[in-house]
Structures are given as structure tokens and as C-alpha cells.
Nanobody, 115 residues
Framework: QVQLVESGGGLVQAGGSLRLSCAAS????????MGWYRQAPGKQRELVAG???????NYADSVKGRFTISRDNAKNTVYLQMNSLKPEDTAVYYC?????????WGQGTQVTVSS
């Protein structure tokens, strides 16, 4: 059974930092492209950051220079370091894993940034 379990969300003031973690099980983690998505109320889910099995990364323009995605294949975990948080970063953040035609999602973790 595949599981992606996010942690690290919470309430933070604008300008603050949070680090999200996503622990994967039931998949060969190292071969999967991993990503973080977010969905704010009334908005579509959007890609925040992704990291390939080779370590290449990509970011949404809105988070470039503030967020950093990384992975630890030995721990089957992907991270999202979020700095200089803004109120518009408030959303539920979801972990995603992809390999070929297989897609998996975590249950999400709430991030709330107060002004």
C-alpha cells in the first residue's frame, strides 16, 4: 500500500519559515519524481515545486528564491523549505509522487500565514 504522509504545516507569521516533510512508503522512492502542490480555498491545485530522481528542480514563479525542495532517498522523504512566507502562501500543501503512469498523493497539510 502506497502512503505519502506530510508533516510540518502550521500557523506562522508573514516573513517566517516552515519546513514540510513527506515520508513515502510502498514505492521505490528513488525512481519517482516528487512534488509539492498547494490548493487555496476557491482556487485550483497548483504545482509549487518538483524534483526529479536525478535531483533537477523546478519552481512556480511565485515561490522562486523563497522555497527550496530537496529529497533524501535514504529516508524516502522529500522536503519543502519555505522562507519569507507571505499570506498568499496560505493553502493546503500536498505531496505528490510520479513514475510513468502512476500518481500518488498525500492527504495534505495546512499552512496558514498571518499578516
Amino acid at each position: 500500500q502506497v502512503q505519502l504522509v506530510e508533516s510540518g504545516g502550521g500557523l506562522v507569521q508573514a516573513g517566517g519559515s516552515l519546513r514540510l516533510s513527506c515520508a513515502a512508503s510502498g514505492i521505490i522512492f528513488s525512481i519517482h519524481t516528487m512534488g509539492w502542490y498547494r490548493q487555496a480555498p476557491g482556487k485550483q491545485r497548483e504545482l509549487v515545486a518538483g524534483i526529479t530522481r536525478g535531483g533537477s528542480t523546478n519552481y512556480a514563479d511565485s515561490v522562486k528564491g523563497r522555497f527550496t525542495i530537496s529529497r533524501d532517498n535514504a529516508k524516502n522523504t522529500v522536503y519543502l523549505q519555505m522562507n519569507s512566507l507571505k499570506p498568499e502562501d496560505t493553502a493546503v500543501y500536498y505531496c505528490h509522487a510520479n513514475f510513468a503512469r502512476s500518481d500518488y498523493w498525500g492527504q495534505g497539510t495546512q499552512v496558514t500565514v498571518s499578516s
